[in-house]
Structure formats: C-alpha cells, structure tokens
Nanobody, 127 residues
Framework: QVTMVETGGGLARPGGSLRLSCVPS????????????MGWFRRAPGKGRELVSAITARGDDTYYADSVKGRFAISRDNIRKTVFLQMDNLKSEDTATYYCAVVTPKTGTWIPLFGAWGQGTQVIVSS
C-alpha cells in the first residue's frame, strides 16, 4: 500500500485560493510514484468522501468533478514526487478535509487503489 501526506490546507475567504500538496509517506515506498495515477478526494462534514480531481501518471490527462471545474487545477511533479491541487475562487461548499491517494480508472471515474488514507489536510472557506 502507498499512503500520502497532504499539506497546504487552512482558512480561506470565499473567492480566495489555496494550494494543496501531497507526497508519499516516509513510511511507504515512493519508487512507484511516477507510475501511479493520483487523485484528490474530499470529505465535507457529515458527508461521504468524494473524488475531486485526478491526474494520470504522466500528467497528460486530468479529471475534475463538475463542482470544481474551472476553479481547481491538478498537477504533478514526478521529480519531486509531489501532486498539487490549486484551488481558486473557493466557495463555502469546498470546506472539507482533502485527501490524496493513488487511483485507478473505473467506468469513467477514478477510485482509490489502496484502502489506506493519510491524515488529510483541512480546508475551511469562510468569511
């Protein structure tokens, strides 16, 4: 299994921006990172975890949930073994804990490949 460490969350005002990052946990092997598709998920208070965005291993294709299209941008740096989520024009409904995970494609979407999750990073959008 590969677990990730997410950082970059915090408090932002509506319309503001945050940039999340995730790297492989020091406790897991990072040697396969460049071959892994990666995804960002979020869990809002009282709701289930949902896929926000995904990026292929080479970074040549991306996926966005309709709720974040045009506002969020996923990218990756395979040399630094880091995945980013640039979040612009934040809305209160983006408030959630965000998680990064290795994903695999399934019927037009992406699902977690492993069952383990990191601690996540909390994003609060409030005026």
């Amino acid at each position: 299994q590969v677990t990730m460490v997410e950082t970059g969350g915090g408090l932002a005002r509506p319309g503001g921006s945050l940039r999340l990052s995730c790297v492989p946990s020091p406790r897991t092997s990072s040697s396969s990172f460049n071959f892994n598709h990666m995804g960002w998920f979020r869990r809002a208070p009282g709701k289930g975890r949902e896929l926000v965005s995904a990026i292929t291993a080479r970074g040549d294709d991306t996926y966005y949930a309709d709720s974040v299209k045009g506002r969020f941008a996923i990218s990756r740096d395979n040399i630094r073994k880091t995945v980013f989520l640039q979040m612009d024009n934040l809305k209160s409904e983006d408030t959630a804990t965000y998680y990064c995970a290795v994903v695999t494609p399934k019927t037009g979407t992406w699902i977690p490949l492993f069952g383990a999750w990191g601690q996540g990073t909390q994003v609060i959008v409030s005026s």
